[in-house]
């Protein structure tokens, strides 16, 4: 460890370096903080800023400046010390170790972790793994330029070689990405190879869709009628209960009997995405349509498609949308729950829950 001093009468605005060799040390000010900062350098030429908790001195005094700066070098050399032994004898887990790390440090954490947030972790780690070619590699020897090049890919094409993400899809994966690597690396889990977090500010390029253009455009009745008549018998339940119930995908196909009360108009179902019981009104032309089974048919799902996977579902139905001529850039069976959206508003419901 250098054990270089700190010159006699240092300007307060001009760093102080401490020595040639590492782990090298060089005070600043950064601005608008009332404390002394330091860039740390380790022997592998990782360089990292860390804020020394050492106050700047009020006073102008060449004393009160002097005692201050030392007492900061004092602090950077002990932050250096830990820093060089994290180096030297890190965890390093891989991908999936990080995971499941990650995931189990965040139940921990807080107790209200969403639903989602544990799938979109699994997806988001899932996706980089896959890019890089399905090996569990070390988390820290990711670069920054792997970052960028890993974002390209996002949404690139699979014909091209990408993962062929929507640009939405592709900005939550990067968000969920950041948030690993920064809760990681603050937590001493693991130190970057390249001596920097390369996923911080990292961001899908503007030129890259938006949100607006990713979000699903609604179908109108003609076009739903125009599906009904194209789609197999096993759709027509699903197809119903999306644009005259709102129903997700998921809930759609899975759909039973005993979730329908005919008497009352009212559809109960147990919302998969939010995990909650919702209820719905049944409008008049699903309740025809729903009348028409014969009431000793009236048991199990509505649809054949009950317990397929979410994947085989969604192929399934861009050929629905294929064989009725529907097929484009932001349509999905969401644009039905739109439709129902924004044609039949439910009393109380707000913004957001469109």
């Known amino acids: 460890m250098d054990t270089s001093t700190v010159p006699s009468h240092p300007s307060p605005a001009a760093p102080a370096q401490v020595g040639p060799a590492f782990p090298r040390i060089t ?20 360089r990292m800023g860390r804020s020394t908790g050492v106050r700047l001195p ?15 070098l004092q602090r950077a050399r002990e932050i250096a010390r830990h820093l060089q032994a994290q180096a030297e004898s890190p965890w390093n887990p891989r991908l999936s170790e990080l995971r499941d790390h990650y995931l189990e440090w965040r139940r921990g954490a807080s107790q209200n972790l969403a639903d989602g947030g544990e799938s979109q972790v699994r997806a988001a780690l899932r996706a980089l793994r896959k890019w890089a ?18 974002i390209v890919a996002l949404t690139q094409s699979r014909e091209e070689g990408g993962l062929g993400l929507a640009p939405s899809t592709a900005r939550k994966y990067l968000q969920t990405l950041r948030a690993i690597w920064r809760a990681a690396i603050r937590r001493r889990w693991f130190f970057p ?42 759709w027509r339940f699903p197809i119903l209960f999306g644009g005259y119930a709102g129903l997700r995908l998921g809930d759609a196909v899975e759909i ?14 147990p919302c998969e995405k939010t995990k909650t019981k919702s209820a719905v009104p049944i409008a008049e032309p699903l309740r025809q349509e729903l009348a028409r089974t014969p009431p000793e048919e009236r048991s199990g799902p509505l649809s054949p498609l009950a317990g397929r996977p979410r994947s085989s579902l969604c192929r399934s139905f861009r050929r629905v949308l294929q064989s009725a001529h529907l097929e484009g850039q ?10 129902f959206l924004t044609s039949l508003p439910q009393p109380g419901e707000s913004e957001k829950d469109r």
């Open 27 to 46: 005070l600043y000010r950064r601005e608008r903080s009332p404390f002394w900062c330091a860039w740390i350098t380790l022997p592998g030429k990782a």
């Open 58 to 72: 009020l006073s102008s005094c060449p004393g009160a400046w002097e005692q201050s700066r030392e007492r900061a």
């Open 133 to 150: 070619g399905g090996e569990d590699r070390l988390a820290a020897r990711f670069s920054p330029e792997e970052v960028d090049t890993f």
């Open 193 to 234: 190879e390249a001596g920097i977090d390369p996923w911080a500010g990292c961001t899908l390029p503007r030129s890259i869709g938006s949100p607006k253009e990713d979000a699903p455009k609604a179908f109108s009745f003609e076009e739903m009628a125009e599906l009904l008549r194209n789609a197999p018998p096993e």
């Open 256 to 269: 039973a009997w005993d979730s329908v009360d005919l008497y009352r108009g009212i559809l109960t179902y």
């Open 330 to 339: 932001g349509r999905s069976f969401h644009g039905l729950r739109r439709l």
